[in-house]
């Protein structure tokens, strides 16, 4: 038996109703447990992508498939995690987490098992019975995550998760994603313009360019894994950096 | 000294002013009680009269919260509707506002015609000027939900009721407490005009608004200053009530109602 991609996109096509195109002619595959990154200036159509394979959104032309299947019946199979953590201010951190579980109505003693491992996963046991205001940005962010990954997607899309947090907290983030996708393995779809972060998490860099969104470059990596915070200091990261950056450039001013 | 004991003391201090004031203008102008009783023949009159001014109390209670509750159920109910449908609300939503506008003391008449003097009648009235604020501010807080996570429960196979009621609904609570808080204010004013027109079925027997006016007709005014402040004290408990209820349903998670939260 053949395997089947995880996420495949052939000649997709995204145009509005205004006339205006954000997507042309993007075709490309992810392996199963690829980390790939969508890397592109504002306006690239990086975002639209990410929400026409969760279903979202549709395309204009074209197929995109996941795992064999049309996104709308592929998504048990995937999670969503926003720009912003996007928790329900009403709920607390744990019934948050707990809201794919409800919504398809787990039995209580699962939902709480499952809840529990995964707040100790993201280290947030200690605020369970919080509510979110009284939460820092980062902790916000290790919530949404948990939410996200407590259905246990196959595939995770997120759309600039870290773009609001301080560096630090970036770069910390980043680390416990690693290390999520070191035990889970995940298929990742990642949405960022950030280019450290896209080399740090990446297996491969998909770059766009914008006016209209096209696949400019297809960037396979070969940084080691595990990924550690020694590596941020190697040459080779730095090195892969500059490259990323310079095509990154080069399709800007286009 | 505990601030809110001090801040206490002032405010009984203020009113003691207010009182000495009042019994002030009534000794030095000679005025005659039926023209301003002072607060010592009210007084009196309070305790002369307080089984049937206890009466009347009760029954204006009964006819302002029923009419109150039932806007609140309706309005809530119509509420969801909007939101469900958004054709359907931009089709209806501004006949809404006609409700807010309709002059009350114009169509309480024309309710009495149909229903028939009595308790329900003054309930109905009630509940006509009570919904309008309901309506408005609970499809607002329905329809204003992050539009993220909506996606979030699609993403998760939400059917809608789970949407609306999981998601809009929470969402709305600090909306609709907002509209009950105005709600609450017009329901007593509601429920004394209603009584103005309609009075009671019975004679002799009515809420605050028809013994008002069988107090002037009688010209017992200081019956009548007695309640007036019967009516400003049920109002008065309609919006703490209303406020304790907020804050308990509240508090944990909406940011206005913070309090200091040490971390």
């Given amino acids: 038996m053949v395997s089947l991609p995880e996420i495949a996109l052939n000649g997709v096509s995204k145009r509005y109703s205004t006339g205006a195109v954000a997507l042309d002619g993007i075709s490309f595959e992810v392996e199963r447990g690829e980390f790939v990154t969508l890397l592109g200036p504002s306006g690239c159509g990086k975002s639209t992508l990410l929400r026409i394979v969760s279903g979202l959104s549709a395309a204009s032309e074209g197929a995109i498939r996941v795992n064999g299947m049309t996104p709308e019946n592929a998504r048990e199979l995937m999670s969503f995690i926003f720009q912003d953590p996007t928790l329900m201010p009403w709920r607390t951190v744990e019934q948050n987490v707990a809201l794919s579980l409800e919504l398809e109505h787990a039995a209580r003693p699962l939902r709480c098992e ?96 914008p006016h209209p969104g096209r696949i400019a470059h297809d960037v396979a990596l070969d940084l080691p894994w595990p990924r550690t915070t020694a590596l941020r200091d190697s040459p080779a990261f730095e090195q892969t950096v500059t490259r990323i950056s310079r095509l990154l450039r080069g399709v800007q001013h286009t | ?38 607060p010592g023949v009210v007084a009196i009159a309070v305790r002369k009269r307080f089984p049937s001014l206890v009466r009347s109390l009760w029954i204006t209670t009964e006819e302002s919260a029923g009419g109150l509750a039932a806007s609140i159920i309706v309005g809530v109910a119509v509420a969801m509707i909007f939101a469900q449908w958004r054709w359907l609300r931009q089709l209806v939503y501004p006949y ?87 709600s609450a204010g017009i329901s ?63 508090h944990n998670w909406h940011e206005s109602k913070r309090a200091g939260i040490s971390e």
């Fill in chain 1, 114 to 209: 499952r809840v529990t491992a995964m707040l100790s996963l993201v280290g947030l046991t200690h605020v369970a019975r919080r509510y979110p205001r009284e939460l820092s940005g980062g902790m916000k962010m290790r919530a949404s995550i948990a939410r996200a990954l407590v259905s246990r997607p196959r595939i995770l899309l997120l759309d600039e998760p870290f773009a609001a947090l301080d560096e630090m907290t970036r770069d910390r983030m980043n680390e416990e994603l690693l290390r999520l996708h070191g035990e889970q393995k995940w298929t990742v779809l990642f949405v960022t313009h950030s280019v450290t972060e896209a080399v740090f998490l990446s297996t491969r860099i998909v770059i766009l360019s």
């Fill in chain 2, 188 to 250: 007593v004013v509601g429920g004394i005009t209603g009584e103005l027109f309609a009075g009671s079925a019975r004679v002799g027997e009515g809420g605050l608004g028809y013994a008002i006016i069988y107090a002037n007709n009688q010209m017992e005014t200081s019956y009548m200053f007695a309640l007036v402040l019967a009516a400003t004290v049920l109002g008065f408990s309609f919006f703490f009530l209303v406020m304790f209820l907020e804050w308990m349903a509240l």
């Fill in chain 2, 96 to 182: 809404t506002i006609l409700l807010q506008t309709v002059p009350i003391v114009a169509i309480a008449p024309l309710i009495i015609n149909w229903i028939g003097p009595g308790m329900l009648a003054v309930t109905t009235v009630t509940f006509i000027i009570c919904l309008a604020p309901i309506i408005a501010n609970t499809t607002q807080g329905l329809i204003s939900v992050d539009e993220n996570l909506v996606h979030l429960f699609v993403m998760h196979k939400a059917t809608p009721a789970q949407i609306l009621f999981k998601l809009r609904f929470p969402n709305s609570l600090p909306n609709l407490f907002t509209g009950i808080r105005i």
């Fill in chain 2, 1 to 38: 000294m505990n601030r809110r004991v001090l801040v206490a003391i002032n405010s009984a201090v203020v009113l003691l002013v207010l009182l000495g004031l009042w019994q002030a203008v009534v000794s030095l102008n000679h005025l005659p009680a039926y023209m301003l009783p002072g």
